[in-house]
């Protein structure tokens, strides 16, 4: 499975910004997509996950109420809209397919990785 994201750029606070994370290859068995976020000289940490064949989208405390998780399974693209962004939201965001057997927080769910893509929110 290759994972390829974008839409980052620079954003003044309160702004908002759209990812996108295009799946190829065989993405048959990976059937959870994610959303992580690593801020420099922090470790990587969940944002937002869902399972392709449904249920429910999960979000971290941090992000609820202003991202959204969405995906269109014809284009195996998912996306993420993130509204009222903050300076705090400034990160790598990187996108992850996976099987999601230890729990979509997890990111030891998820064995294929986008390269990133870089999200600065200016205050």
């Known amino acids: 499975v290759q994972l390829q994201a974008s839409g980052g750029g620079l954003v003044q606070a309160g702004g908002s910004l759209r990812l996108s994370c295009v799946a190829s290859?065989?993405?048959?068995?990976?059937?959870?997509m994610g959303w992580f976020r690593q801020a420099p000289g922090k470790e990587r940490e969940f944002v937002a996950a869902n399972l392709w064949n449904g249920g429910s989208t999960y979000y971290a405390d941090s992000v609820k109420g202003r991202f959204t998780f969405s995906r269109d399974n014809k284009k195996n693209t998912v996306y993420l809209e993130m509204n009222r962004l903050k300076p705090e939201d400034t990160a790598v965001y990187y996108c992850?397919?996976?099987?999601?057997?230890?729990?979509?927080?997890?990111?030891?769910?998820?064995?294929?990785w986008g390269q990133g893509t870089l999200v600065t929110v200016s205050s």
């Open positions: 992850a397919a996976g099987t999601g057997r230890y729990g979509l927080p997890n990111p030891d769910s998820y064995s294929y």
């Open positions: 290859g065989r993405t048959f068995g990976s059937s959870a």
